[in-house]
């Protein structure tokens, strides 16, 4: 194996609070062992556009409490393509790079599989989504501050759903993983959660109505994944227009708010101790592996585990939600 020397990191895919303070770890962590660092833009497409930047320790300070990513991120089709992987190698190489860590969520782990089935790179992967659905990690970078801010958002709207007496869907992120909806709903004291994960053949929506919500009080605040499968909260709101004409709905789309703000302390600590870990893993020579924590605890999974295995929420946190909403 080839010692390292230099590493590369970059953020790709949706930004998530918390990644800056992952790619402060990542570069002190690297500078504090003596390596190089070069800071990569906009992903996996920085790589092939040779958009690449000497990172010092000092590139990296006043990030930790600053939202987004000070490397941009991106969504890049061209890297799909083994040309397009193929320039990436090369101006990588051309940079010094002898390893990398990229921060992002399924599909930046996928790209980093693929790239490292194609050339001879040690890559290690840090879980920076919003989402929390990726396995080998009990929760993602990003998500505790998104939960938060979900929270933050329907305390306010509770004032006005309990003051008109109305059924008010709130939306929030999370196409195929209900994490942000269901803990949303336990810390906000929603009275349901209508999510992907319970959707296999069970109306939600019917049993939410047929149980009757709330019937100590005559408001309600569902919240909702933004799963196709229902059509999100626009979706339910339209079908108790036609099929329960006696409620009131309204809907809220929290939509890209929740991926903004300065990162919770929670996010800080697990993105800093996941990036001096991505470190220390290369320094072990690990490779191909994902970063997470599980019960307080370092673990590396292999990318494809990461992406095969599908992080099922607790039932017990369904049964808990249903509980608490008499
Ligand atoms: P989020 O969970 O916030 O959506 P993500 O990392 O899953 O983040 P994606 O847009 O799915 O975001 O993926 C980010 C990038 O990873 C893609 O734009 C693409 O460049 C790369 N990528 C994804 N899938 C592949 C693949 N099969 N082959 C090569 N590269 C890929």
């Not at 930046?108 to 089935?117: D, Q, S």
């Not at 009990?138 to 306010?156: H, M, P, R, S």
């Amino acid at each position: 194996m080839a010692t390292i020397k230099t590493i590369g990191i970059l953020t790709s895919g949706g930004d998530a609070p918390g990644m800056n303070a992952a790619i402060r770890a990542v570069t002190r962590a690297a500078r504090y062992n003596g390596w190089g660092v070069k800071g990569i833009m906009r992903g996996y497409k920085g790589l092939i556009t040779n958009e690449i930047e000497e990172f010092y320790s000092n590139s990296v300070s006043n990030i930790i409490q600053r939202g987004g990513t000070i490397l941009k991120t991106a969504r890049c089709k061209e890297f799909m393509t083994e040309e397009g992987r193929t320039l990436a190698y090369n101006n990588m190489r051309a940079a010094g790079i002898d390893a990398l860590v990229v921060i992002g969520g399924d599909g930046t782990i996928t790209g980093a599989k693929v790239f490292a089935e194609q050339f001879d790179i040690p890559i290690v992967a840090l879980p920076g989504t919003i989402d929390n659905d990726l396995s080998g990690t009990d929760t993602t970078i990003g998500y505790d501050t998104a939960l938060n801010t979900i929270v933050e958002a329907v305390d306010k709207l509770r004032d006005t759903a309990s003051s008109h007496e109305r059924l008010f869907f709130v939306e929030v992120m999370g196409r195929h993983a209900g994490y942000l909806a269901l803990n949303g709903a336990i810390a906000s004291g929603a009275e349901a959660a209508i999510i992907p994960e319970s959707a296999t053949g069970d109306d939600q929506l019917k049993t939410l109505i047929d149980n009757g919500f709330r019937k100590s009080k005559n408001s309600a605040i569902v919240l909702v994944a933004e799963d196709p499968a229902t059509g999100g909260a626009m979706g339910l709101a339209e079908r108790v227009k036609n099929e329960y004409p006696q409620y009131d709905a309204r809907v809220t789309i929290l939509g890209h708010i929740q991926r903004g703000g300065s990162p919770t302390a929670a996010d800080r600590i697990l993105a800093s101790r996941l990036g001096a870990a991505a470190v220390e893993a290369l320094k072990e020579g690990q490779r191909n592996v994902m970063v997470g924590l599980k019960n307080g605890e370092l673990v590396y999974t292999p990318f494809c585990q990461a992406l095969s295995k599908t992080k099922s929420i607790k039932q017990s946190n369904v049964e808990l939600v249903k509980m608490l909403s008499i």
